[in-house]
């Protein structure tokens, strides 16, 4: 974890977390998506219990996303709230690898409480800082894939840019058939 907290990246795990799916049951998917963040030491710590604790958080951070995609801010408050209260934060100052002092929001727990506290944390920093509204589900249907809105517009709708043009050309097709 690099200096100060970066909720940024927790927010960015959360919805990671949330687009895995049934994959998240998989401790080995898993494991590989922790390796690929970075998230190293946690990877090799990682046990079923972790892997089950997070497949009942996803759920939850599914809520907060549907909330948000459905303009129900207070909802998606009291979600972030509730979570808050399970996942309290127990902050250590840490200098590890020769790194300067920084923030860990919580140590010596297991890897899901870590990173339970981490993706709400992150959470609530984006709605407090950048509004709700940057919370959202991918419109390109079937696909319900979570994501974080960071345009400057905030004109983002799909998880991806794959989901993007496949919605493009979707429409595309509409206004053909209806000419
Ligand atoms: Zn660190
Ligand atoms: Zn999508």
Not at 30 to 46: C, K, M, Q, Y
Not at 141 to 149: E, L, Q
Request: with cysteine; glycine share 8%; hydrophobic share 35%.
């Amino acid at each position: 974890m690099g200096a100060p907290v970066d909720l940024t990246s927790y927010a960015e795990l959360a919805v990671q977390l949330v687009n895995m799916g049934d994959e998240l049951r998989n401790p080995f998917s898993l494991r590989s998506l922790l390796e690929e963040t970075g998230r190293t030491e946690a990877a090799s710590r990682l046990t079923r219990r972790d892997v089950d604790a997070l497949w009942e958080l996803r759920e939850e951070l599914t809520g907060v996303f549907e909330a948000a995609a459905g303009g129900d801010d207070v909802d998606v408050v009291d979600r972030l709230n509730g979570l808050l209260v399970r996942h309290p934060v127990h902050p250590q100052i840490s200098g590890h690898d020769g790194q300067p002092w920084h923030l860990h929001l919580t140590e010596g727990g297991r890897v899901a409480d870590a990173l339970s506290v981490g993706s709400v944390m992150g959470l609530a920093s984006v709605v407090t800082r950048l509004g709700v509204d940057r919370l959202g589900l991918c419109q390109a249907s079937p696909c319900r894939n979570a994501y974080i809105d960071t345009s400057s517009n905030r004109s983002r709708r799909y998880c991806s840019e794959r989901c993007a043009s496949r919605a493009n050309v979707a429409a595309y097709r509409a206004r053909k058939r209806g000419a």
